[in-house]
């Protein structure tokens, strides 16, 4: 029995649920879910018990001074509660974690334990992979669900992925299973530069969870750490012929693919996202000048930069990668 106190009732509560680890490619999306709790000042009014469910030579604890007392930050899987205000109150219950080491069945029925005492209509679990995508152009968003309906009603791909899964595919199928809808959003991250941080994925995540909850989400800075984030890889990438001619290469499959992008209902939601931002009145805090449909770039949504490698699968697959061919679409963690 989950006993929750101080914890007041929620409003039309959804829950949005990320990992650290194998799911997370470049961070992007744990950086999402803290970037919701920084902003909305989430609470944290739970924590899972670490033993059960980490294995400490693999996730170590952290030791830390405070006022000259030694402290220990053990591992784990914490929840907090971010209250919306405005026109549309709503309530999001924030799960950030580390991907378990062990007892993942048992760690899914306690999250979701806490989804129904809370009365969640809604789990959105986020998650990044690596994948065949250029830097230069905005970062892939694959939305996807078991359940048809859902699916139908949202907007969203039914998942067809089969295949090695991770924390966040398996909580999605328990979600199925107790009847709680549950939503996947994959942000796609160019393997040639995996390394954390990619605040233009991150950025993506968000656009994309705005959409999906149609809210407005406060960007702080991301806009323009994924622009600085883009120059940086333009930089580095200009001084390798061999990487600039593949990220070429990935453009032009890029470009030819998605050519039906660059108007329709693209165009349709870029525009629902800016009325949105206007009418909340913050725009220049929210990043609105670099979206504007009337000015901005092709790239200036989600502009970014790193450091690239080489470009091959080598190192980084373990964390967000999937066997070469699989199509980031079909993933359904």
């Not at 000259?68 to 924030?94: E, F």
């Not at 789990?123 to 905005?138: F, N």
């Not at 039914?158 to 090695?164: A, H, L």
């Not at 450091?307 to 190192?315: D, I, L, N, S």
Request: proline share 8%; net charge negative; glycine share 10%.
């Amino acid at each position: 029995m989950i006993e929750l106190e101080g914890v007041p009732e929620l409003i039309d509560p959804v829950m949005v649920v990320a990992f650290e680890g194998w799911n997370d490619a470049g961070d992007a999306a744990s950086t999402a879910v803290a970037h919701l709790d920084r902003e909305w000042k989430g609470e944290v009014f739970a924590a899972l018990d670490a033993e059960e469910y980490y294995d400490f030579q693999v996730n170590r604890p952290t030791v830390w001074m405070d006022a000259g007392v030694r402290r220990i930050t053990w591992p784990t899987t914490r929840l907090s509660l971010a209250r919306i205000g405005g026109p549309k109150q709503r309530d999001l219950v924030l799960v950030r974690g580390i991907e378990p080491s062990m007892r993942w069945r048992s760690f899914c029925n306690e999250i979701l334990g806490y989804a129904h005492e809370l009365g969640v209509e809604m789990v959105v679990v986020l998650g990044a992979l690596l994948g065949d995508t250029p830097h230069t152009r905005p970062v892939p968003v694959s939305g996807v669900t078991s359940d048809p309906d859902l699916a139908g009603s949202l907007d969203l791909e039914e998942s067809r992925y089969e295949g090695p899964t991770g924390i966040v595919g398996v909580l999605q199928e328990a979600c199925t299973h107790a009847g709680v809808p549950a939503v996947s959003l994959w942000a796609a991250v160019p393997h040639y530069v995996s390394q954390p941080p990619n605040p233009k994925a991150t950025l993506a995540l968000l656009n994309r969870l705005e959409d999906l909850l149609d809210l407005r989400i406060p960007l702080g800075d991301l806009p323009e750490d994924a622009r600085a984030w883009q120059l940086g890889v333009d930089q580095l990438a200009a001084e390798d012929s061999e990487v600039a001619e593949y990220v070429q290469t990935l453009e032009e499959a890029r470009d030819t693919a998605e050519l039906p992008e660059a108007s329709g209902e693209a165009i349709a939601k870029e525009f629902e996202r800016y009325l949105r931002r206007r009418d909340g009145g913050h725009a220049t805090e929210s990043g609105l000048e670099a979206r504007d449909p009337g000015t901005a770039g092709p790239y200036l949504r989600d502009t970014s930069s790193g450091r690239p490698a080489a470009p091959g699968r080598g190192e980084g697959q373990e964390q967000g990668g999937k066997p070469d061919g699989d199509d980031p679409a079909d993933e359904d963690e």
